[in-house]
């Protein structure tokens, strides 16, 4: 069974840092691409950033690039997303989600498997 755990959400000041975890387990991932959304209250869920484990290729929302990175760690099966210069506009719920296949990374529709999510709210 697939699953996908993400950690690492709180509360931050505008400016500030966090560091998301996204631990998976249940399969071999290195032919998947991860992905991060968020959704904020009233809002539908957005594409964040994207990474496929196999060849390091990435790709970002346009909001957050510069601000934020996504790595991996292949060895842990973990896929971090380093929120830079946060803003209080990035106050969301932040979920982790896997999939195989790059055309359209940005749909959310496209992704199989989803963690539960990991609260982060960024005060002005």
């Known amino acids: 069974q697939v699953q996908l755990v993400e950690s690492g959400g709180g509360l931050v000041k505008a400016g500030g840092s966090l560091r998301l975890s996204c631990a998976a387990s249940?399969?071999?991932?290195?032919?998947?691409?991860m992905g991060w959304f968020r959704q904020a209250p009233g809002k539908e869920r957005e594409f964040v950033a994207a990474t496929r484990w196999s060849v390091g290729a990435t790709a970002y929302a346009d909001f957050v690039k510069g601000r934020f990175t996504i790595s991996s760690d292949n060895a842990k099966n973990t896929v971090f997303l380093q929120k830079d210069s946060l803003k209080p506009e990035d106050t969301a719920v932040y979920y982790c989600a896997a999939r195989r296949g790059w055309d359209r990374i940005a749909g959310a529709g496209m992704y199989d498997y989803w963690g539960q999510g990991t609260q982060v709210t960024v005060s002005s």
């Open positions: 249940g399969r071999t991932f290195s032919s998947y691409v």
